[in-house]
């Protein structure tokens, strides 16, 4: 398997997935982008206090984050918002990228699936979706996607910093 060493999180303010951002900044070079600017920085700096020696970076655009990145998560409000999709597309040839989804977002977005598929031509969609409703509870994630090594190494990502996760190939 290919040693990933640098995650693009566009979208990184969605504090719904602040557990995982953390666990992956412990581990992995981060560059970190948003719209909102503020939800950036206090990000930014909650992911330094807690991880004093990651390399962990803000950036200005959504573009430039996911062309310096091995692997790119959209999360939040990134997921619909088809100017950062458009931004990015061009950058994410032959690369994993990860639909970060929740509650609110899955149903919306879960029929975009196939227009991930198409926007994305030459990436490797990989679909995750919290199955946990009580914060408190271990995070468990069910992954969806057509490419087995885009889903073996996004499992094996996430229950290296100790999730769970349920794989689901989609033929």
């Not at 992956?24 to 719209?35: E, G, I, N, S, V």
């Not at 458009?86 to 977005?109: C, L, P, Q, Y």
């Not at 969609?125 to 914060?135: C, K, L, M, S």
Request: charged share 20%; net charge negative.
């Amino acid at each position: 398997m290919q040693n990933f060493k640098t995650i693009a999180v566009i979208g990184a303010s969605d504090k719904r997935n602040f557990v995982v951002l953390n666990e992956l900044a412990a581990r992995y070079q981060m560059l970190l982008f948003d719209k909102n600017e503020k939800a950036l920085s206090d990000v930014h700096q909650a992911l330094l206090v807690q991880n004093r020696y990651g390399s962990i970076e803000k950036m200005a655009c959504p573009t430039n984050a996911s062309w310096e990145a091995d692997i790119i998560i959209l999360s939040g409000f990134c997921i619909n918002d088809s100017n950062i999709v458009h931004n990015i597309k061009n950058v994410a040839t032959a690369k994993i990228v990860i639909i970060m989804e929740n509650d609110d977002e899955f149903t919306k977005s879960i029929n975009h699936q196939v227009s991930f598929d198409l926007i994305f031509p030459h990436s490797k969609i990989v679909e995750v979706i919290n199955i946990n409703t009580d914060d408190k509870a271990e995070k468990e994630f069910l992954l969806e996607g057509h490419d087995s090594y885009a889903l073996d190494t996004v499992s094996s990502i996430l229950e290296g910093i100790g999730f769970n996760t349920y794989v689901s190939q989609i033929n």
